[in-house]
């Protein structure tokens, strides 16, 4: 407030989180590094979020760049793309964020960027400069955008596989669970009355288009390596 007029509100805080790798690490170390670097982020949100409730608990948070940022971007080797799972992982990574955020009560939870290129941070974009189409990074963030709206309820969701995040939410237009594969695996998920149950995903057979339609079988829901997944009811 001392930096503020007397009666002008702090409405805001911002800051930032880009996941970034070491560059002798690959994708089959990106999988844990990402998601492990996102952990100690959260502590940090947490540990900022209980300083702004005491001090200032009308000021609201925007986490407006949230995304991950390859060593090789802006050097002479950025002009070689990542492994086209890259943009999978980094979906999954924010759909993770997403979940803990919302748990969090954050009350903006960005994606960067719209678009990079080769010399602007290319592993950041969600726009694939070479064929003007959306890659995996822009539509995990579409269906999530679609499907969850502020109001919705949290649900306590519990889940055995540690491979997995997984949130409930009651919403306006029914039971929705939002899935994220953290792993460079498939992996199995039960679900109750399956046979009731619809489902979007993006994953690396959707490559560069929208979250294609997947349906539940034998009471589980199947879920491609780094696959991010909304079940509706």
């Known amino acids: 407030p001392a930096n503020h007029k007397p009666g002008i509100p702090l409405d805001y805080i911002s800051y930032h989180f880009y996941a970034s790798p070491t560059p002798s690490q690959t994708i089959a170390n990106w999988q844990?590094?990402?998601?492990?670097?996102?952990?100690?982020?959260?502590?940090?949100?947490?540990?900022?979020?209980?300083?702004?409730?005491?001090l200032s608990p009308a000021t609201k948070t925007d986490l407006d760049e949230l995304g991950v940022i390859l060593p090789t971007d802006n050097t002479d080797a950025d002009k070689?793309?990542?492994?086209?799972?890259?943009?999978?992982?980094?979906?999954?990574?924010?759909?993770?964020?997403?979940?803990?955020?919302?748990?969090?009560?954050?009350?903006?939870?960005?994606?960067?960027?719209?678009?990079?290129?080769?010399?602007?941070?290319?592993?950041?974009?969600?726009?694939?400069?070479?064929?003007?189409?959306?890659?995996?990074r822009f539509w995990v963030l579409k269906l999530i955008k679609d499907s969850?709206?502020?109001?919705?309820?949290?649900?306590?969701t519990s889940l055995e596989s540690p491979d997995v995040e997984a949130q409930a939410f009651l919403t306006p237009a029914g039971h929705k669970l939002l899935l994220a594969n953290?792993?460079?695996?498939?992996?199995?998920v039960e679900l109750p009355n399956a046979e009731k149950a619809s489902a979007l995903t993006v994953d690396e057979s959707t490559g560069d288009g929208p979250a294609r339609n997947v349906k539940p079988a034998e009471g589980k829901i199947r879920l491609d390596p780094f696959a991010v997944t909304v079940v509706s009811w």
């Open 32 to 54: 844990y590094t990402f998601f492990d670097q996102a952990d100690g982020f959260l502590n940090a949100v947490r540990y900022i979020e209980i300083i702004r409730k005491r």
């Open 80 to 136: 070689v793309p990542p492994p086209a799972a890259y943009y999978n992982l980094a979906g999954s990574l924010y759909a993770y964020l997403f979940i803990e955020l919302s748990r969090l009560q954050i009350d903006i939870i960005g994606e960067s960027q719209l678009v990079g290129y080769p010399t602007q941070f290319p592993s950041v974009s969600m726009m694939d400069w070479n064929n003007n189409k959306p890659n995996p």
């Open 148 to 156: 969850f709206h502020p109001g919705d309820a949290l649900v306590d």
């Open 182 to 188: 953290k792993r460079d695996r498939v992996v199995e």
